[in-house]
């Protein structure tokens, strides 16, 4: 891990960075945008369903989401770059996900008015999921234990930076970008059906009771836990004995893991890093 342009990165997500800022993006590209471990794939396999569901069988059957949906900034090993799956893409809209700070997008997506669907969960659930993941994500780096890791998430030492600023950034954005729409995972996890019908309105999409409801259906966490096309069993790079990565996907599971210590800690410093920000999160439902 290093720092690149004052956010923590790994060559992973700067080694391709010229293509990635240089990237062309187009107007009705849709841009999924998220802190890692916020509920990207989740929310990336509702928008699928949104647009592709319907017509395109062997999509659904044989590709996996994250060959459906390229990760911009992705450069690793043999696998294709982002950025040359996002350019190769057949479909229209092109979905592109991205875990990058808002100010390091790359300005094509603000100059074509694309629209952004940015995805935010409670910092506490947050923590706890990515820490369980860079311990299974042989790619991340070594979590250390539990304390460790949130003495480095309240660093903002992860990863794609702090997340204090990552979920403020985005929301300041919202104020001045109208093409964006702000999510919370929590709200997906209380009325998935309620946010699915926000997403296809802002989408301009026009879908039907019985497509929402075999939606909601298939993105329930017990659907895509099973669905190999969703759970990431494909990546040889996780280890699925150390942890699934479709974990639990509840809110509020920040309580088997933090002490009362801990919990204390991680309020005082949340209180500092977020008191100029008016975006607000709930931590159980
Ligand atoms: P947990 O580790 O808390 O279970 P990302 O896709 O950004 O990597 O986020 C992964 C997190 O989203 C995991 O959280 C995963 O279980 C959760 N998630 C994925 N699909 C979900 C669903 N359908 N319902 C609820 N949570 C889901």
Not at 40 to 53: A, E, K, N, P, R
Not at 65 to 91: H, K, V, W
Not at 121 to 134: L, M, Q
Not at 231 to 240: A, I, Q, S
Request: glycine share 4%.
């Amino acid at each position: 891990m290093f720092d690149f342009e004052g956010i923590s990165m790994t060559r992973c997500f700067t080694d391709n960075w010229e293509k990635v800022q240089n990237f062309q993006a187009r107007p009705d590209d849709i841009l999924i945008a998220t802190y890692p471990k916020a509920g990207t794939t989740w929310v990336s396999y509702i928008l699928d369903l949104l647009y592709f569901g319907n017509d395109d069988l062997e999509r659904q059957t044989s590709q996996p989401i994250y060959m459906r949906i390229p990760f911009l900034e992705l450069c690793f090993q043999e696998f294709s770059t982002g950025t040359e799956m996002a350019d190769n893409l057949p479909t229209s809209p092109r979905l592109i996900k991205t875990h990058l700070p808002v100010q390091l997008v790359p300005k094509s997506f603000w100059e074509q008015n694309s629209r952004i669907v940015y995805l935010a969960r409670n910092a506490k659930d947050n923590a706890v999921s990515y820490f369980h993941f860079d311990r299974m994500n042989m790619v991340q780096p070594e979590p250390g234990d539990w304390n460790s890791f949130i003495q480095k998430f309240m660093k903002g030492k992860n990863v794609f930076g702090p997340w204090y600023d990552h979920v403020s950034g985005w929301w300041e954005k919202k104020q001045t970008y109208p093409n964006l729409l702000y999510l919370f995972y929590e709200d997906l996890v209380e009325d998935t059906g309620r946010e699915v019908e926000r997403l296809s309105s802002f989408l301009g999409l026009s879908t039907s009771v019985e497509e929402r409801e075999k939606i909601i259906k298939g993105v329930q966490f017990d659907a895509m836990k099973q669905n190999n096309m969703t759970n990431h069993v494909t990546l040889p790079f996780m280890d699925f004995k150390i942890s699934p990565f479709m974990r639990k996907g509840k809110v509020g599971d920040w309580k088997c893991h933090f002490t009362v210590a801990q919990n204390e800690q991680f309020d005082e410093v949340y209180k500092q890093k977020m008191k100029k920000t008016t975006v607000r999160f709930r931590t159980e439902i």
